[in-house]
């Protein structure tokens, strides 16, 4: 795992979307695996700035979500499909065709779960797989005690996902209790995984992340097994981090960060 320790939530935000720009530049049909959330918005702006001001080219990229709301339908403001459409996609040339989100409207959640793994399956796998972190440690959805082998399924939230992520419904009892999610195996079979965390309110479970045990109660450990991880952070979310020295000392030290190996 690296662990990229930028100065301001500014810093690692624009060092996240220059490591994702020159991937799809290096690979225009490239297969991202895409992550919602407080923390990819701005993420998601750069990008499209991107496209607008440098022609970054999206009309070749798939694009698969980690997770949506059971219960959603697409057009809901607060549905994951409806956020990548408003943060991105409405604003670069992909094509809609080739951007896929678990379908939290299906009437059989199982065979939609088979399907989108297969889904997955049928383009390649997943090349570069961008995930947040939750407060509970979650990557996706898959909350606690998520088997580290999980594949796509519903889940149940916990309640400090639901109280992390009420505020944006007009009113909090109306968010879904359950989501899907790609497991932490389907996770773990991408490519490059790529996760951004910003402020303060991520220190300790970036910390318990990357420096805890791997464990089901923090499912981002997971990632500590990956071959090729990076952790990009700002320094306020890097506070806990015991070896932070080193990781600075090491990012120093390496010729080319942004390039992926
Ligand atoms: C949401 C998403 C996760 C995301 C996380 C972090 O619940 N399901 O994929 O990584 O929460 O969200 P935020 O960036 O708002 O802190």
Redesign the pocket.
Known sequence: MEVIIQPTHEDAVGFCARMLARRIREKPDIVLGL???????PLYTQLVTMHQNEGLDFSRVTTFN??EYIGLPPEHEQS?RYYMNHHLFNHVNINQANTHLPNGMAEDIAAECVDYEKRIVEVGGIDLQL?????DG????NEPISSLRSRTRNKT?TKE?IA??SPFFSEPSLMPVQ?L?VGVGTIMEARYCLML?T?E??AQIIAQAIEGPITAMVTASALQLHPHCAVIVDEAAAARLKMHDYYLWAFETKPDWEKLD
């Not at 995930?131 to 407060?135: C, D, K, V």
């Open positions: 992550a919602t959330g407080r923390t990819m918005e980690l997770d994951y995930l947040g972190i939750g407060e979650h990557i996706g959805f939230l996902t992390q992520n989501a999610t965390a402020g309110d991520k």
